[in-house]
């Protein structure tokens, strides 16, 4: 196999064009201070143009910020159905009030598209609304957003008391476990049926201000999100320099699903690797691979941690306390690997990876 180069990214923020508080000069500044590589901005039914391209300098690092867009259909009470949209050529706002033809359209415009937050739950104290994916019926979108940090957060004060609530506002890190568990069924549902969905983790950072009882407010500043949960993408080449190459390579990688989910908070998850060897071909994640006689699956942390094997919402193998796991997979299915680890007296999800498809005739995921 090639070696691969790691990207790490955040993907999933607001600026002032819609209800975000940096613009997209402090978004670049705040990334280059987290070391990430690169960002994907989404505003609110609006694709930012003339903003794409490196920031930064020699000194200070350099950090590629790109836009794409979050689309939902504003007519439509109670909200629901927002969805990310990276690399897609044009604006598709005009096609929000029908899902499918959204992604069709986004699909069209060379774009990826992505549920965003499909089980975001409602915050009756700070009447902020549940902003879900209903229109499940829908075909041919690139992935799910698997970790939305700041939904993952309105989950949590949802099932909190008022005075956790507070804690929780202050040491946000204490309370934040994984992703919503609806949300890893429903993707594990997806690719036992055999279609190719891809994970993504995000921040939907807004610079938010929350007012939790006698505080005035609690900021969830960009820089903050930026060290939470990133999207690391394991690309064919390191970077260029080039914005447009390299945003055309960033985009392959996710499309191909070649990216893991990392909650960098508990500690750098740079490195982590799950691959698959099979009789004459071995694969990384996101790829396919024939089952044969069998096909080793591999995964690798830095860090001892538990490992999870999940094969279609089952755990099919687990190590405890160790860097690396390995399974001979002997049917044939999509594998996907999660990471816990201890924090602060609680075993909190680290790494989700993508799936690899280990296919055969009763199985293939298109
Ligand atoms: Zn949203
Ligand atoms: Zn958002």
Known sequence: MAPLHELVGNVHMHTPYSDGEASHADIAHAARAAGLDFVIV???NVLVKGVEGYYGDDESGHVLLLTGEEVHD?????????????????????????????IDAAEKAGGLSFLAHPHDQPLTAFKEPAIPWLDLHVQRFTGLEIWNYMSAFKGILNRSTRVQQVRAAFRPE??????PPETLALWDDLLGKGRRVV???????????FRVGPLEHVVFPYDYLFSGVNLHVLAPQPLSGDAQTDAAMIYRALRAGNAFIGYDLLGSTRGFRFSATGQSNSTIMGGSIRLGPGVTLQALAYERSHFKLVRHGQVVAEATGRENLTHTATRSGAYRVEVWREYRGQERAWILSNP???EDSAYTAR
């Open 74 to 102: 504003r007519t439509r009470l109670p909200q629901c159905n927002h969805m990310l949209i990276f690399g897609a050529s044009r604006e598709l706002t005009a096609c929000a009030n029908d899902p499918q033809q959204l």
């Open 199 to 209: 994970g993504i983790g995000g921040s939907d950072a807004h610079g938010t201000t």
């Open 42 to 44: 989404t505003d609110h």
């Open 356 to 358: 690899i498809y280990v």
């Open 174 to 179: 204490d309370f934040m476990v994984g992703p």
